[in-house]
């Protein structure tokens, strides 16, 4: 029930109502609440499971080669049911939403220390302030690309990864591996500056980060 409830507000939204997750996962609506007690303990649920495949898969793709990545990832079907889940969850703007972003943001930061200990990217000088960066980026540009390019089908989660995936792989690896500017002078004026010791970032919901 869990995983129809997942593909369900994925596909179509949080609005979807109970008895489509039911009809989703070839059981009553009647079992769901008796299962999770409310369609709010539903989402949670959904939430924490959404992160953690979420988590995983980032963890995973730190242990595989790049040709075992790109051998799995521009077909997968789950990643295309985790980007329309967050791209749901960013988009509904709720308490839940601000919330799940912050988790993303923690789950950032966390990785990010993790490949810098294994020397796979360079540090920063405020790891915190890359992560949440990084997240509302990428956060940014996913609801932009799917206000642009909604899907024909949400329900085909492979063909939805395959055409996200099309679109923003090559420019994002270039970005991270080779740079934009062709020297530092910016950052070397920023940081001559001393502005670099900016305040801690506000949450997701606030004035500060908006």
Same mark, same amino acid.
Not at 8 to 28: E, H, K, P, W, Y
Not at 33 to 41: P, Q
Not at 112 to 121: A, E, F, K, T, Y
Not at 140 to 156: I, M, R, S, Y
């Given at each position: 029930?869990?995983?129809?409830?997942?593909?369900?507000?994925?596909?179509?939204?949080?609005?979807?109502?109970?008895?489509?997750?039911?009809?989703?996962?070839?059981?009553?609506?009647?079992?769901?609440? /008796?299962?999770?007690?409310?369609?709010?303990?539903?989402?949670?649920?959904?939430?924490?499971?959404?992160?953690?495949?979420?988590?995983?898969?980032?963890?995973?793709?730190?242990?595989?080669?790049?040709?075992?990545?790109?051998? /799995?990832?521009?077909?997968?079907?789950?990643?295309?049911?985790?980007?329309?889940?967050?791209?749901?969850?960013?988009?509904?703007?709720?308490?839940?939403?601000?919330?799940?972003?912050?988790?993303?943001?923690?789950?950032?930061?966390?990785?990010?220390?993790?490949?810098?200990?294994?020397?796979?990217?360079?540090?920063?000088?405020?790891?915190?302030?890359?992560?949440?960066?990084?997240?509302?980026?990428?956060?940014?540009?996913?609801?932009?690309?799917?206000?642009?390019?909604?899907?024909?089908?949400?329900?085909?989660?492979?063909?939805?990864?395959?055409?996200?995936?099309?679109?923003?792989?090559?420019?994002?690896?270039?970005?991270?591996?080779?740079?934009?500017?062709?020297?530092?002078?910016?950052?070397?004026?920023?940081?001559?500056?001393?502005?670099?010791?900016?305040?801690?970032?506000?949450?997701?919901?606030?004035?500060?980060?908006?």
């Amino acid at each position: 029930m869990r995983d129809a409830a997942i593909e369900a507000f994925a596909a179509q939204g949080f609005d979807v109502s109970l008895r489509a997750i039911a009809a989703r996962a070839g059981v009553t609506a009647g079992l769901v609440r /008796h299962h999770f007690g409310s369609k709010e303990a539903l989402r949670a649920e959904c939430d924490a499971t959404v992160l953690e495949r979420y988590r995983r898969m980032k963890e995973d793709s730190l242990e595989a080669s790049p040709q075992q990545v790109f051998n /799995h990832l521009p077909s997968s079907r789950e990643g295309g049911v985790l980007i329309l889940y967050i791209l749901r969850s960013v988009r509904d703007g709720a308490q839940a939403g601000t919330q799940f972003t912050e988790q993303l943001i923690e789950e950032a930061l966390n990785l990010l220390d993790r490949s810098v200990q294994r020397g796979l990217i360079v540090p920063s000088r405020n790891e915190p302030a890359r992560a949440r960066f990084l997240v509302l980026q990428s956060l940014g540009a996913l609801v932009l690309h799917f206000a642009l390019n909604p899907p024909q089908d949400p329900e085909d989660f492979a063909t939805v990864m395959q055409e996200y995936y099309a679109q923003v792989a090559l420019p994002t690896l270039e970005l991270f591996s080779e740079g934009l500017f062709t020297d530092p002078a910016y950052l070397n004026e920023y940081l001559a500056a001393g502005t670099a010791d900016v305040p801690p970032a506000g949450s997701a919901g606030t004035a500060e980060s908006r």
